[in-house]
């Protein structure tokens, strides 16, 4: 059975990302983001170019904003995610256990931040594309397989700590 | 003449043996730290954005008890790191220190040499006054300095501190400009992909931290 994606949360962060908030907007990427069974987009759009506002359009119910104290809310509700490739963004959603589609800005291409998102694309934790390929791929990959993301364990680094650093024992 | 000369050169000389010997004993591991007292004082180097967050998400593992009275360094032009922290430690007792940062997003390789000396002549009497015994530190805007610092401190015996280097979770190939720098002198540093090892001269590997 198709999995549906209902709601689609989009982040970028602190960044500014016009290209992926132009892309977004267009109908091409609307229908294909429609196919997928999207009818609600939450769009994080940071520090772009494009002005924060809700509407309808191509049947997708859409609601821009800047920022947010906290986007675990969003995150928890949302059926798919799209975002930048900040770490942050990206270990946050994979976190939730949410299928993840990561845009790479091409304008920043020094960004190192590049190296993660790569990692995690072989790893099967998510996709990655840029805002060219953006509305092939939403055509395309099936989120069915990605695998879930290892939890983090920082246990034997804190037992290593514990090890090394001696403090005088509580007499 | 002749008697001050040789004097200074041999000043030079026993203070690369030193350096030399510090080096020695951080590659090879003797990075252990037995304290006098119940507690150790530490330093936390708190860098910017997800950095900030990834060490916080570190700190809220480890046994704070063991680490007071504890010091929080943050880069002077950092707004939200002092939020995390404090949100971080909640009731906890804890001190927070602004310094200049030493390297801004984007700025030049050599004139951050300047800012980096400015930072380290701010760092200096902060590190004298406070004398830690661990530092923990994750990256930019202000671990170089303070390690800097610390390092120097220890090679003329007025400080007794370890170091702990946590590379970014977001470094998989490559190492960070800090990560480059500290590896050298960081008693412990820690990867968190093995794919890093290829990439440094040492490291240790537990796993992802965060």
Known sequence: MQRVYKKCFITVGTTQFNLLCEYIQTPPILKALKKLGCTEITFQIGNSNCEPKVYEKEGIKLDLYRFKDSLDEDIKNADLIISHAGAGSCLEALNANKPLLVVVNEDLMDNHQMELA???????HLYYCTCDTLESTLETVDFNWLSPFPKPNPSAFISYLDDIFKVAVNT | MGIIISTITLIILLFMVR???LMFNVFTGKCGISSKNRTLKTIFCIGSGGHTSE??????????????????????????????????????????????????????????????????????PLICHFKPEVIFCN?????????????????????DCRIVFIESV???????????????????????????????????YFGRLT
């Not at chain 2, 007792?93 to 040499?113: A, E, G, L, W």
């Open chain 1, 118 to 124: 790569e990692q995690l694309q072989v790893d099967g």
């Open chain 2, 55 to 124: 060490m916080i998400r570190i700190i809220s593992h480890i046994n704070l008890k063991k680490y007071e009275p504890r010091l929080y360094i943050l880069a002077d032009n950092d707004s939200s790191s002092e939020y995390k922290v404090k949100e971080a430690e909640k009731e906890n007792v804890f001190m927070i220190h602004r310094i200049p940062r030493s390297r801004n997003v984007k700025q030049s390789y050599v004139s951050s040499i300047f800012t980096t000396i400015n930072a380290t002549l701010h760092t200096l």
């Open chain 2, 139 to 159: 990256g930019p805007g202000t671990c170089i300095p303070v390690c800097l610092v610390a390092f120097l401190l220890r090679c003329l015996f007025i400080l």
């Open chain 2, 170 to 204: 977001c470094r998989v190939r490559t190492l960070s400009l800090s990560g480059k720098i500290l590896q050298f002198f960081a008693d412990v540093f820690v990867i968190q992909w093995p794919e890093l090892r290829h990439a440094c001269i040492r490291a240790k």
């Open chain 2, 19 to 21: 350096v030399f010997y």
